[in-house]
């Protein structure tokens, strides 16, 4: 291990403890599960991959404010049931043709527009645990507030799964440079569609107006790089297969013929930069949105969620061990795993 790791920096203002609300979730989302009929997960099956995930832990940290039970419990169970989707889908992109994984982006999009009676063999195991999730949901907001939320959550589940299905396996197929990382990435590891779930936990449902504003995309957008940049770090051992690779750190070694150590320093300045970028947006929007409180929570809960998954990558079973060996995160979380006494 080399005397100096790279460090990942969050400004203090991002950051919150775990929610203490949300201890004991992951158990609750494992029975959910098996409820709701997800497949199990290779190769050591549906508790493992969920222990190993921690999706209790993950809500607890990026929704740190919310009193909201419920919603951490929806979340939680989110983060299972994406994370079960998108493990499969991303196993079985790579072994179909260019006009097959077309075809089913476009069955996922018919799907999460629904899902319909009728869905693609792929999609059979995920229904009824994703019609309950949109329940939930429903439940948990005014009626005036549903159409558009679940109009934004179709939008983000479709734009991330396309991606993942016809655009990240061309990575896997050739070297590609940055230039496409940074295209992709904000959609491929499976977080904006997370982001909606901020308004109902911190309530801060965004008027139409403010979600078309470029601005806010780019900062949900940015939100995503900065994270799929960390968790590239935490992913090296799954991803380095030694041919191509959608990792950043991979993709940029391969580029400028450098070591490891070398690459990841490099990327870690890039994601410093970025969220330097991200704050400056941040400033801005906030400037435009003085007399909006809602957009104004909705901004702060984005910079928590950030934040919150990279911590929730230090303390992950699936991850955590493997990320302290490569990096660093700057300010590191301070309140433990384990509820206290």
């Given at each position: 291990m080399p005397d100096h790791l790279p460090v990942f920096r969050y400004p203090n203002s991002w950051g919150a403890p775990r929610n203490p609300l949300s201890h004991a979730l992951t158990d609750v989302s494992l029975q959910w599960g098996e409820y709701v009929g997800l497949p199990d997960a290779p190769v050591h099956g549906l508790h493992a991959m969920g222990r190993g995930l921690n999706m209790g832990a993950y809500a607890g940290w990026i929704h740190p404010l919310t009193d909201k039970v419920q919603l951490l419990q929806l979340s939680s169970d989110f983060a299972l049931w994406i994370t079960v989707l998108d493990d499969a889908l991303e196993r079985l992109g790579p072994t179909l043709e260019v006009k097959e994984r077309i075809e089913l982006a476009d069955a996922?999009?018919?799907?999460?527009?629904?899902?319909?009676?009728?869905?693609?063999?792929?999609l059979t195991d995920y229904v009824t645990g994703y019609r309950d999730l949109k329940a939930r949901a429903r439940d948990m907001m005014p009626s005036s507030r549903r159409g558009l939320w679940q109009d934004r959550l179709h939008y983000e589940l479709k734009a991330c799964n396309r991606v993942s299905l016809t655009e990240e396996p061309l990575a896997a197929e050739e070297w590609r440079g940055l230039d496409f990382y940074a295209k992709i990435r904000p959609f491929t590891p499976g977080v904006l569609p997370f982001m909606?779930?901020?308004?109902?936990?911190?309530?801060?449902?965004?008027?139409?107006?403010?979600?078309?504003?470029?601005?806010?995309?780019?900062?949900?957008?940015?939100?995503?790089?900065?994270?799929?940049?960390?968790?590239?770090?935490?992913?090296?051992?799954?991803?380095?297969?030694?041919?191509?690779?959608?990792?950043?750190?991979?993709?940029?070694?391969?580029?400028?013929?450098?070591?490891?150590?070398?690459?990841?320093?490099?990327?870690?300045?890039?994601?410093?930069?970025?969220?330097?970028?991200?704050?400056?947006?941040?400033?801005?929007?906030l400037a435009n949105y003085r007399e909006k409180p809602a957009v104004e929570r909705y901004i702060r809960s984005v910079q928590h969620l950030v934040a919150g998954i990279a911590n929730w990558h230090l303390h992950a079973p699936r991850y955590g061990s493997l990320i302290r060996r490569r990096a660093v995160l700057v300010p590191a979380p301070e309140l433990p795993d384990t509820p206290p006494r």
């Open positions: 996922c999009a018919e799907f999460f527009e629904g899902p319909p009676d009728s869905v693609h063999p792929v909606p779930l901020l308004e109902i936990a911190d309530d801060c449902f965004i008027p139409q107006e403010a979600w078309e504003v470029p601005r806010l995309r780019k900062l949900e957008e940015n939100a995503c790089l900065v994270f799929g940049m960390f968790n590239d770090v935490a992913s090296l051992e799954k991803d380095d297969t030694g041919g191509p690779a959608p990792n950043v750190v991979l993709m940029h070694q391969h580029e400028t013929a450098c070591t490891l150590p070398d690459s990841i320093e490099a990327i870690a300045q890039w994601h410093n930069t970025l969220v330097s970028e991200t704050e400056q947006c941040v400033a801005e929007l």
